[in-house]
């Protein structure tokens, strides 16, 4: 280096944490895709309905998972006859029963399974669960979403050199629970059962298989519409012994 030269360094910079988000959160603004949550207030005694963040303002809500249950008779001239055993969430027996846990127990669990264990009710829900679909023992999750995503990575986690075939219209939590395995995957068209056919045709009969898809597509409304072409399919390129639970 010259005499008189100098060596000129700028100091290093802090990353722009703040700013980065701010830009980022605004862009999402100014395209419309920032989330925003839907102020909405099941009402116990009038399924369907609930309120806004307007008490006086009704809607009624049809998207969502509240299972079957008799209703009050009040209820009869909104729903079909046919489908008249809706609204669990409501239920004066569901509701009693929680009562008298929370009035006894409390309504904290003191943490997960895992820290605190579970209770005599954890158990007793999934008695009933295994009961009600005819097996052995059942497990319960706290959402759907979670029960998805943990049972396909677990499968594919633990089932050596696994291939997940997967319809391309499958709920994002089936689509994590896969991506969670690193399991290999593909996906065929939806409810395209030949394509079906054709991809598990191109995997070896010795390689684990794991076919995904929904009875009812939650996204878009649809129906898995040949359940028992998948079936049969399975029962060719995939020897396994298929037989009622029942039996």
């Known amino acids: 280096m010259a005499e008189h030269e100098?060596?000129?360094?700028?100091?290093?910079?802090?990353?722009?944490?703040?700013?980065?988000?701010?830009f980022n959160i605004d862009?999402?603004?100014?395209d419309g895709s920032y989330r925003q949550f839907r102020n909405i207030n099941?009402?116990?005694?009038?399924?369907?309905?609930?309120?806004?963040?307007?008490?006086?303002?009704?809607?009624?809500?049809?998207?969502?998972?509240?299972?079957?249950?008799?209703?009050?008779?009040?209820?009869?001239?909104?729903?079909?006859?046919?489908?008249e055993q809706l609204g669990m969430g409501g239920h004066p027996s569901v509701l009693c029963a929680m009562r008298t846990v929370l009035d006894k127990y409390g309504a904290c669990s003191g943490g997960s399974r895992n820290i605190s264990g579970h209770n005599q009710w954890a158990?007793?829900?999934?008695t009933s669960l295994a009961k009600l679909h005819r097996k052995e023992a059942a497990l319960s999750f706290t959402s759907g979403y979670v029960a998805n995503e943990s049972?396909?990575?677990?499968?594919?986690?633990?089932?050596?050199?696994?291939?997940?075939?997967?319809?391309?219209?499958?709920?994002?939590?089936?689509?994590?629970?896969?991506?969670?395995?690193?399991?290999?995957?593909?996906?065929?068209?939806?409810?395209?059962?030949?394509?079906?056919?054709?991809?598990?045709?191109?995997?070896?009969?010795?390689?684990?298989?794991?076919v995904v898809f929904e009875s009812v597509y939650s996204m878009c409304g649809k129906?898995?519409?040949r359940p028992v072409a998948i079936v049969h399919i399975l029962n060719i390129l995939i020897p396994i012994r298929y037989r009622r639970s029942d039996t």
């Open 6 to 22: 100098t060596a000129t360094t700028e100091a290093p910079q802090r990353f722009p944490y703040e700013a980065f988000f701010k």
């Open 123 to 126: 158990e007793a829900l999934e």
């Open 223 to 225: 129906q898995m519409n």
């Open 42 to 83: 099941r009402l116990a005694q009038e399924f369907p309905f609930a309120h806004s963040d307007v008490e006086e303002q009704r809607v009624d809500v049809w998207c969502t998972n509240d299972y079957v249950s008799t209703q009050p008779n009040n209820m009869r001239e909104f729903i079909d006859e046919n489908d």
């Open 151 to 210: 049972a396909l990575a677990v499968l594919g986690g633990h089932l050596p050199g696994c291939v997940f075939l997967s319809d391309e219209s499958n709920h994002s939590s089936l689509i994590e629970g896969i991506k969670m395995s690193r399991a290999a995957k593909l996906v065929w068209r939806h409810n395209d059962v030949r394509d079906l056919e054709r991809k598990l045709a191109s995997i070896p009969l010795g390689t684990p298989k794991v």
């Open 27 to 30: 862009q999402k603004h100014r």
